[in-house]
């Protein structure tokens, strides 16, 4: 009998990851071998089980989804990622197939369809959400700047320009004036509209 497919999951909540454990245990092709919450203990953990699939959160505590799955790259080839997440949002789709994902799905995808997800990855296929794949040609890839990214990313915490210009070395000027450019290019009328726009489009993930 062939061995089944060992797989990883990574989600910084309990009751998504004991769901989708329960439900990939249900295919007798599928054996999930080891739950994390953090995504600083992907790497160790698909590394000391010889995992052949990680499905990874976007959005966890210590480290990102999308970092995860660069290191995971790095440490482990041979194991293939599929990104799970809640918010489909266009930019984590574009970041996370950059970083070497070989999939993207979203959390509310049916359990069958996930499990075949997960079988056509370890394959060596690629499977997008065909509405996250559209969304993503619509929306292009973020015009924000990598200084304004990093500005609008210190603005998320609602600080003062002041704490901002601190937080960042930069004068209170510039962050006036990449401020005002994220502004405009986010077709916002405000700093925290802008904020809310590039965090929708996952702009704003990545190292912090």
């Known amino acids: 009998m062939t061995e089944p497919i060992k797989i990883l999951l990574a989600d910084d909540q309990a009751l ?17 071998v080891a739950e994390v919450g953090d995504g600083t203990e992907v790497v160790t953990a698909a590394t000391r089980h010889d995992a052949d699939v990680a499905l990874l959160d976007v959005e966890m505590p210590g ?33 996370a197939l950059a970083a070497g994902a070989s ?3 979203v959390k509310d995808t ?16 690629r499977v997008v ?19 304004e990214t ?12 002041a704490d901002i210009a601190k937080a960042l070395s930069l004068s209170e000027g510039t962050v ?9 290019k986010t077709a916002a009328r405000t700093r925290a509209e802008a ?3 590039a965090v929708e489009n996952g702009w704003l993930l990545g190292d912090e």
């Open 63 to 95: 480290m990102d989804g999308v970092a995860a799955a660069a290191a995971l790259r790095e440490a482990l080839p041979a194991c293939r990622v599929l990104m799970v997440t809640t918010f489909g949002r266009p930019g984590y789709l574009r970041r």
């Open 195 to 197: 904020v809310r726009v």
């Open 103 to 105: 999939g993207f799905v």
């Open 110 to 125: 049916p359990a069958r369809q996930l499990a075949d997800a997960v079988r056509r990855v370890h394959a060596g296929l």
């Open 16 to 32: 998504v990851r004991g769901a989708l454990a329960a439900l990939l245990d249900l295919e007798p092709d599928l054996q999930v």
């Open 176 to 184: 006036r004036n990449h401020l005002s450019s994220a502004i405009g």
């Open 129 to 147: 959400d065909p509405a996250l794949a559209a969304d993503s040609l619509a929306y292009g890839d973020s015009p924000l700047t990598e200084r």
């Open 150 to 161: 990093d500005v609008l990313r210190a603005a998320r915490d609602g600080g003062t320009v």
